[in-house]
């Protein structure tokens, strides 16, 4: 059972490669920087905690969470389905193939076969379009290979695990509206939603307060971690390539302010783009020096990283109050 023609060539971020591909198999093209920004995905989060081998950084919202709002914005029918079953979890996504619809999933990374660097995930999607007799036949984002396959006892695992932020057996289908939206109304919406979230957060590990709070604890990682050697450069990749921290994150929503700039015609909107395109690059001068401070043990390297972060702080919060100005019509 092979679906043919879903792909989303060049993705970089799980979730809206995930999206991508279901939405382009549905007739719905938009670019990955669009997605994530109509799905209101730009956040932070620092998270750690006693039962944590080292401390978690998200450059974005919740699982599923870009997923639902697109959805909601474009007038999408999104049938999720979760289930503590695994002969009905497969039998949720075999339905869906059998019916035409490719499907996405929320699994943990660990388990896929293709996977090179093991490290537990539990918020990773895939797009599956089909499966023979022992593989699955999915979509991953570039870094992962683009169109890949794992064995189906391996996807099984990787959608059964349990621990933190994983899902029972998560799948879901995405059907097109009968009716385009406005494009325009979606974005400035989505624009000023996703701001507001980002200046008034209900915890102060979240926004911009969550950057603060980075900013401070940064300085302790060398102490916090049993092997610096390993777990800042790790960090540090995933905040570049992954977008757990923010340099992905913000380069992708950098694009999205840019794309709605020539949709839009809103100074508003061009200022904000201005604004995290000098925001996206000091990211990447955290994560260079995350990754000195590990290779050298130095903490002077974690001082500096914690600078930047003060006045990421600062900087993105002054950029998500301009764009709460985004005008209604």
């Known amino acids: 059972m092979i679906i043919e023609n879903v ?13 991508g ?27 750690d905690a006693r039962n944590m081998d080292f401390p978690f950084l998200g450059g974005r919202s ?4 870009i997923t639902r709002t697109v959805a909601e914005r474009l007038g999408l029918a999104l049938h999720i389905r979760e289930t503590a079953s695994p002969r009905k979890a497969w039998q949720n996504v075999a339905d869906a193939l059998a019916a ?29 379009y089909g499966y023979d007799d022992t593989h699955a036949h999915l979509v991953d984002t570039a870094q992962q290979g683009g169109t890949v396959t794992t064995t189906l006892t391996s996807l099984a695992r990787a959608r059964s695990e349990r621990g933190p932020m994983t899902a029972r057996n998560l799948s879901y ?27 008034d957060p209900p915890i102060a590990n979240l926004g911009h307060r969550g950057i603060d709070r ?3 604890q940064v300085t302790r990682w060398l102490d916090r ?71 050298t043990s130095d ?7 914690s600078a930047i972060l003060t006045e990421l702080a600062a900087r993105e919060r002054h950029a998500m109050q301009v764009l709460t100005g985004v005008r209604t019509d």
């Open 7 to 19: 792909a989303f060539p060049a993705g970089r971020h799980c979730e809206t490669t995930t999206l």
């Open 21 to 47: 591909a279901l939405l382009r198999h549905e007739g719905v093209d938009l670019s990955e920087p669009m997605l994530f920004g109509l799905g209101q995905g730009l956040g932070f989060v620092y998270w």
């Open 62 to 65: 919740k699982p599923t969470t």
């Open 100 to 128: 035409g619809r490719p499907v996405g999933l929320q699994l943990d990374s660990y388990h896929l076969d293709y996977f090179t660097t093991k490290v537990h995930f539990g918020s990773h999607f895939v797009a599956m």
């Open 173 to 199: 289908t995405v059907a097109s509206p009968a009716g385009r939206p406005d494009l325009g109304d979606a974005i400035r919406t989505a624009i000023r939603n996703n701001a507001q979230a980002f200046l």
């Open 214 to 216: 980075a900013a401070r």
């Open 225 to 295: 971690s049993s092997d610096p050697s390993r777990d800042l450069p790790l960090a540090a990749a995933l905040m570049e390539r992954g977008g757990t921290g923010g340099a992905l994150f913000r380069a992708m929503y950098r694009d999205f302010l840019a794309e709605c700039a020539t949709i839009v015609d809103d100074d508003t909107v061009r200022l904000g783009q201005q604004m995290y395109a000098e925001i996206a690059p000091l990211w990447t001068e955290v994560s260079h020096h995350i990754t000195t401070a590990g290779q």
């Open 299 to 305: 903490p002077d390297e974690l001082s500096r990283a």
